[in-house]
């Protein structure tokens, strides 16, 4: 297991950006594969993005592709979600996610560790 602390949430106007950092506990962070997924007040958890461990294959909801870059810093234990234009539909809380098994898992919405969750809110 590792501990996950997310960081960067906050209000936004639409069209704005902002950056939402997680860093992980544990030393074998390069091993998981990390993601994001958002819970928006009635409605269910989805996914947003996620990176396999290696770094390089990426997933992304359709919903953020092109607005949102998911990236990950090995050497800091830190992956980074960068969100960009962002609109009121992306007003959410948001959760970092890890699971050494593979991307698959954060995909579907079942990784093995959460994080806490941050807010963002996006005003029109």
């Known amino acids: 297991q590792v501990q996950l602390v997310e960081s960067g949430g906050g209000l936004v106007q639409a069209g704005g950006s902002l950056r939402l950092s997680c860093t992980a506990s544990g030393r074998t962070f390069s091993s998981y594969a990390m993601g994001w997924l958002r819970q928006a007040p009635g409605k269910e958890r989805e996914i947003v993005a996620g990176?396999?461990?290696?770094?390089?294959?990426?997933y992304y909801a359709d919903s953020v592709k092109g607005r949102f870059t998911i990236s990950r810093d090995n050497a800091k234990n830190t992956v980074y979600l960068q969100m960009n234009s962002l609109n009121p539909e992306d007003t959410a809380v948001y959760y970092c996610?890890?699971?050494?098994?593979?991307?698959?898992?954060?995909?579907?919405?079942?990784?093995?560790?959460w994080g806490q969750g941050t807010q963002v809110t996006v005003s029109s």
């Open positions: 996610a890890a699971d050494p098994r593979g991307l698959h898992t954060i995909v579907v919405g079942a990784p093995d560790d």
């Open positions: 990176m396999r461990g290696s770094g390089g294959s990426t």
